[in-house]
């Protein structure tokens, strides 16, 4: 059973640019959540897709978005990239929508907007 | 607007002993709460959670406990060892408004654990 892969594991990128990062999601999961940490804070919350469909959002701007696909893996993606957005990006994959279901974590993304 | 909250930043405990980790919430809809590991270049890993309906979960070492009327859980490991020197993180989910639980999970900004040996 493979567990969450994120792709790639560090990225750097210039202030305004474009970047998508990608999770695979655990065997078996249809539910993904994207999350971002800062340097010293704790995750926040992005989005979360179950079955393809967005299933909430945090409070992010709509130059984040993300995409589910069939296979259940999923994209992240942020449009005109500010400083502010460097941070580990992580992903987390789920047999189902609720919390006590269990969230499997991937490693992250390190992006770094310069 | 913090609604989970881990006001001690880091936590240092002897090899053998107990060590407790603090977590104080504001949010009355919270059902649902958790406790991640996490080592360097690692995603977070689950380590135990507890249901508001409870007030204490055991699992092997770990104990977590919750008051919900003061709005605040904790984290006991019996007894800590060097390999649980990591951040832990307080997490919580909520009921929406539908009455049932979803799958946003709410942070606190962790506590740094190291266990001396």
């Known amino acids: 059973e493979t567990g969450v892969t994120q792709s790639p594991t560090h990225l750097i990128k210039t202030r305004g640019q474009q970047v998508t990062l990608r999770c695979s999601s655990q065997s078996g999961h249809n539910t993904v959540s994207w999350y971002q940490q800062a340097l010293g804070q704790g995750p926040q919350f992005i989005f979360q897709?179950?079955?393809?469909?967005?299933?909430g959002r945090g409070n992010f701007p709509p130059r984040f978005s993300g995409l589910q696909f069939p296979n259940y893996s999923s994209e992240l993606n942020v449009n005109a990239l500010e400083l502010d957005d460097s941070a580990l990006y992580l992903c987390?994959?789920?047999?189902?929508?609720?919390?006590?279901?269990?969230?499997?974590f991937g490693s992250g993304t390190r992006l770094t907007v310069v | 607007d913090q609604q989970v909250k881990q006001n001690s930043p880091s936590l240092s405990v002897q090899e053998g002993r107990i060590s407790i980790l603090n977590c104080d919430y504001t949010?009355?809809?919270?059902?649902?709460f958790l406790w991640y590991k996490k080592y360097p270049a690692e995603g977070p890993t689950f380590l135990i959670s507890?249901?508001?309906?409870?007030d204490k979960n055991e699992d092997g070492r770990f104990t977590v406990f919750l008051n919900k009327s003061a709005k605040h859980l904790s984290l006991h490991i019996v007894p800590s060892q060097p390999g649980d020197s990591a951040v832990y993180f307080c997490a919580a989910s909520e009921i929406n408004a539908g009455g049932t639980s979803y799958g946003k999970l709410t942070f606190g900004q962790g506590t740094i654990l190291t266990v001396h040996p």
């Open positions: 897709y179950y079955r393809e469909e967005e299933n």
């Open positions: 949010n009355s809809m919270f059902d649902y």
């Open positions: 507890i249901s508001s309906i409870k």
């Open positions: 987390a994959s789920s047999l189902a929508v609720r919390a006590n279901y269990g969230y499997t």
